[in-house]
């Protein structure tokens, strides 16, 4: 889960049910979702699991096809990856820990992404800063 697709979900007009129904048929699943002012400009966010990025590109890619991006956490200093456990002030903590490290570059946060449960009872939150 350490990899975020981001796009505009427009194609004419922008529409987050119909981003998400190609992804759906394309058989993606997802491991979280999020974004800000999705259908006014803004991006929504999907989490993938590790193997369905090939899936993402092919759904998105279709005609008429979706302008995207791919972050992968660790690799592009814009997107931190961290995992909960289900406790009180864990997000906090999170979110604290990422605000101090974006104060020395500059970065604010624009959102943050929180995933899907895992069976070992770890939470990813994704949070994506500019």
């Known amino acids: 889960m ?9 194609l004419s007009p922008p529409d987050v049910e119909k981003f998400l129904k190609r992804l759906a048929d394309g058989g993606v699943n ?4 999020g974004g800000s ?8 966010a999907i989490a993938l699991q590790d193997n369905d990025l090939d899936k993402a590109k092919n759904a998105l890619d279709k005609q008429p096809s ?17 995992w909960l456990d289900n406790k009180v002030g864990a997000l906090h903590a999170a979110v604290l820990e990422v605000a101090a490290e974006n104060r020395k570059s500059g970065r604010k946060i624009r959102d943050v992404l929180i995933g899907v449960q895992r069976e070992d009872g770890k939470t990813p939150v994704q949070i994506y800063s500019d």
């Open 2 to 10: 350490h990899l975020q697709v981001r796009c505009n979900p427009k």
């Open 30 to 33: 997802l491991g979280g979702a």
């Open 37 to 44: 002012n999705a259908e006014f400009g803004g991006e929504f």
């Open 66 to 82: 979706y302008q995207y991006r791919v972050l992968e956490a660790g690799v592009d200093p814009e997107l931190t990856l961290r």
